[in-house]
Nanobody, 128 residues
């Protein structure tokens, strides 16, 4: 088992920046592909970004591309999400997700079912 703990959420003004992080603990001897999802009030949880363990390949949801950056520090078992140019539509609970690394994605990385582990989430609120 691996536990994921998000941190760094908070309140930020529109146009501002915020960074959230996710630290993995427990069975960290395995390698994990990591992702961020978010859930806005009254809406379904949606994919934000993912990063591959082996080569650091990244993918982004369209609305955050160019504004958000996902990165990782494998030595620290931590993944980060740097968010710039935030707007009110970015307000959500941000969840970290992980799956044991495999060479192929049987389920696309943008789908929740691709991931084995989830954090509890951290609130990000963008004020206009």
């Amino acid at each position: 088992q691996v536990q994921l703990l998000e941190s760094g959420g908070g309140l930020v003004q529109a146009g501002g920046s915020l960074s959230v992080s996710c630290a993995a603990s427990g069975r960290t001897s395995s390698n994990y592909d990591m992702a961020w999802f978010r859930q806005a009030p009254g809406k379904e949880r949606k994919f934000v970004a993912a990063i591959n363990w082996s080569d650091g390949f990244t993918i982004y949801e369209g609305s955050v591309k160019g504004r958000f950056t996902i990165s990782r520090d494998n030595a620290k078992n931590t993944v980060y999400l740097q968010m710039n140019a935030l707007n009110s539509e970015d307000t959500a609970v941000y969840y970290c997700a992980a799956r044991i690394h495999r060479s192929a994605w049987a389920i696309p990385p943008g789908r929740e079912q691709a991931y084995d582990y989830w954090g509890q989430g951290t609130q990000v609120t963008v004020s206009s």
